[in-house]
């Protein structure tokens, strides 16, 4: 069955430090991946999507992410946080020989603290 | 990216009533879906729905409980039927990018409040 994990219901981080939410996921055939952000009482914010290429992709708000083939991962990084950044973020991947139906994790509670 | 707007955003129902949550798109898309979001949980995809063809349903849900119409392009309804206090929940719908850009975009939610 496809699967996408998030490990840690939450991180806590300080602002102006790094940060890594992490994600696992486990699909047959090529994984289209995605990171979602939900602030309170708003809908999901796409951030950024690996489809193919390069494995660093760059997305929103300066988030980055990280596809690792070997280790089906596909982790979600900020080189500095910011407060801001404190939200709700979801993981997911997209099966093609499923009708391009997105599976979620079950989401990371980012706390960023001043 | 496409513009999404949801009705209602925010309802609070009584038990055995039924709610019509609208999905209006600023643009023509072939694919919507509907996904629920329970309390403190990820989202679940409930059905897909292409205009012209009947909805394709979750494994947990089905069409009695969940009607969903695509009468055009642009619009879709889901309807929450017979409603209990378990169908408390944020209902979001999406639709996929232009061309090749597989990602979803996703409207602000409806916030569904069962009593």
């Known amino acids: 069955a496809q699967s996408v994990a998030q490990p840690e219901d939450q991180v806590n981080v300080a602002e102006g430090n790094p940060l890594t939410v992490k994600c696992t996921y486990s699909?047959?055939?090529?994984?289209?991946l995605f990171w979602y952000v939900q602030y309170p009482n708003r809908g999901l914010q796409f951030l950024l999507k690996y489809i193919t290429g390069d494995n660093l992709v760059k997305g929103s708000y300066g988030f980055e992410a990280e596809f690792n083939k070997s280790q089906t991962s596909f982790h979600l990084k900020k080189p500095s946080a910011l407060v801001s950044d404190s939200a709700l973020y979801f993981c997911?991947?997209?099966?093609?020989?499923?009708?391009?139906?997105?599976?979620f994790g079950q989401g990371t509670e980012l706390s960023v603290k001043p | 990216s496409a513009v999404i707007s949801q009705k209602p955003s925010r309802d609070i129902c009584q038990r055995g009533t039924s709610l019509t949550i609208q999905c209006q798109v600023d643009?023509?898309?072939?694919?919507m879906f509907w996904y629920r979001q329970q309390p403190g949980q990820s989202l679940t995809l409930i059905a897909t729905?292409?205009?012209?063809?009947?909805?394709?349903?979750e494994s947990g849900f089905v069409i009695d409980k969940f009607p969903i119409s695509r009468p055009n392009l642009t619009f879709s309804t889901l309807t929450v039927s017979n409603m209990s206090p378990e169908d408390s929940s944020i209902y979001l719908c999406?639709?996929?990018?232009?061309?090749?850009?597989?990602?979803?975009?996703f409207g602000p939610g409806t916030r569904l409040t069962v009593t």
């Open positions: 729905a292409n205009q012209g063809s009947e909805a394709t349903y």
């Open positions: 999406s639709v996929t990018g232009t061309g090749t850009s597989y990602e979803q975009y």
């Open positions: 699909v047959s055939g090529n994984p289209y």
């Open positions: 997911a991947v997209i099966t093609y020989n499923q009708g391009g139906k997105l599976i």
């Open positions: 643009s023509q898309v072939t694919m």
